[in-house]
């Protein structure tokens, strides 16, 4: 699993009439569509905490208060192909619980269903985070994942390892290490414990 996990799962975008942006745990990709050939000198961009501010060749493209705060000397911006600028800012919050709802506090908001999206990403990256040693990016959650909470039912298209059997017992309600006892030793003829 060398890719980042938004790679192989890929992201959930809310589209602006100046590009998108979209969410992982930890940062915040702004994508401006600028006109071909723009150059470096051309753009205009601050980075603070709680503001962004762009402008291409004196035209103010975005501004406002950020939803969220960020760490503001972690925030960069890169000119790509002369047609877009890719901003990064980092998340001062990050876990799944703190899923930006909008971009800006008063602008460019995900509607419902990509809300619901990026909320079910950002969980299941953080159940990535938790389990390193499986892969979360084809599966699929339902139940109470919003705010980052727990999980209640997941299914994947693909094995969550190659031929390796596995069992989450969190994942399955009384099931966790709290809920069973302990096996007996094989071979002692009796049967296993009884579940209450």
Known sequence: ????????????????????????????????????????????CGLQSRHVA??????????????DSTIADEGTWTLEDRKMVRIVLTKTKRDAANCW??????????????????????TLERFQKENPGFDFSGAEISGNYTKGGDLQSWSCEE?????????????????????????????SGSAPPARD
């Open 1 to 44: 699993m060398s890719a980042p996990f938004e790679e192989r799962s890929g992201v959930v975008p809310c589209g602006t009439p100046w590009g998108q942006w979209y969410q992982t745990l930890e940062e915040v990709f702004i994508e401006v569509q600028v006109p071909p050939g723009t150059r470096a000198q051309d753009i205009q």
């Open 54 to 67: 762009l402008s291409v060749g004196g035209r103010e493209i975005l501004k406002g208060k950020l939803f």
């Open 101 to 122: 709802t909008s971009l800006l506090e008063s602008e460019y908001a995900a509607d419902p269903w990509v809300q619901d999206q990026m909320q079910r990403k950002l």
């Open 159 to 187: 094995p969550l390892t190659a031929g390796v059997p596995f069992f989450l017992p969190w994942l399955v309600p009384g099931t966790g290490p709290a809920d069973t006892k302990a096996p007996q030793e094989a071979g």
